[in-house]
């Protein structure tokens, strides 16, 4: 998930300092997870800035809608299509991807209008469902299988491939944060946890950070959204939750 926060709301509305007409538009992905953009966070800041003499109008998207994903934002975009024309500025409640999406979007519609983020996006976040921690950085050639599971360049303050480092102190701790556990002790434990402890000794060749160069660009087969939420749904009711 993308791990994120919240802007200050004063930057939020600095943003929006010259816009009577504000349409915000929330996701029922991670922004609601990490309660930044879900339907209950889109009513509060509608009210705040209503306080502030603002005209709003709330899209909030239900849980499992996401707003990076076009073909379920973009039903959300068409049935208020007439208020995104009529705005003068648009709110994302979401991570920087779904702001952009939308954005392009809206465009598609020859609509354009000023776009602003109401979060900042933290990277790849894991776990849950009250603490999280950034897992995965998106480098394009993970090394987990070479790491047992366990990835340096997150997980790691230096981001060493090859470590531990000389700071690493007695009782396994991290010299950058004495409490938090070095990444390479931890990936020593579990390789010796598996049975595989000799591959510490295995030196790993240097990272092709050529892999990140952005934008980076991916092309699938689509998948056919109906039927897929048909497959939610049957989970769904196969937990007992109606």
């Known amino acids: 998930m993308m791990g994120q926060i919240r802007k200050p709301f004063e930057e939020i509305l600095e943003y929006l300092k010259d816009k009577k007409k504000i349409v915000i538009m929330g996701c029922g992905g991670c922004a609601t997870i990490f309660h930044t953009g879900g339907i209950k966070q889109v009513s509060e800041i509608a009210e705040t800035l209503r306080k502030e003499g603002k005209e709003i109008v709330e899209i909030g998207l239900p849980f ?15 049935k208020y299509i007439e208020e995104f024309k009529s705005c003068d500025a648009v709110l994302m409640m979401s991570c920087g991807d779904g702001l952009q999406v939308v954005r392009k979007y809206l465009e598609s519609k020859n609509i354009f209008k000023p ?16 603490e999280f921690l950034e897992k995965c950085q998106g480098c394009g050639e993970c090394k987990l299988g070479k790491t047992a599971g366990i990835c340096p360049l997150t997980q790691c303050a230096k981001g060493l491939l090859n470590g531990p480092c000389g700071g690493t102190r007695e009782n396994g701790k991290c010299e950058v944060d004495p409490e938090k556990d070095c990444a390479w002790y931890l ?56």
């Not at 499992?64 to 068409?78: A, E, K, Q, R, T």
């Not at 000799?198 to 039927?227: A, F, G, M």
């Open 64 to 78: 499992g809608v996401f707003c990076c994903y076009l073909p379920m934002s973009s039903m959300f975009v068409d």
């Open 115 to 130: 776009i602003y983020p109401s979060n900042n996006a933290l990277g790849f976040f894991g776990e849950g469902p009250e």
């Open 187 to 242: 990936i020593y434990k579990r390789l010796k946890e598996i049975g595989k402890v000799e591959e510490i000794k295995r030196i790993n060749e240097p990272h092709n950070w050529n892999k990140t160069v952005r934008p980076r660009k991916l092309k699938v087969e689509p998948i056919n959204l109906h039927e897929k939420l048909k497959e939610t749904r049957e989970v769904i009711e196969s937990l007992g939750i109606k």
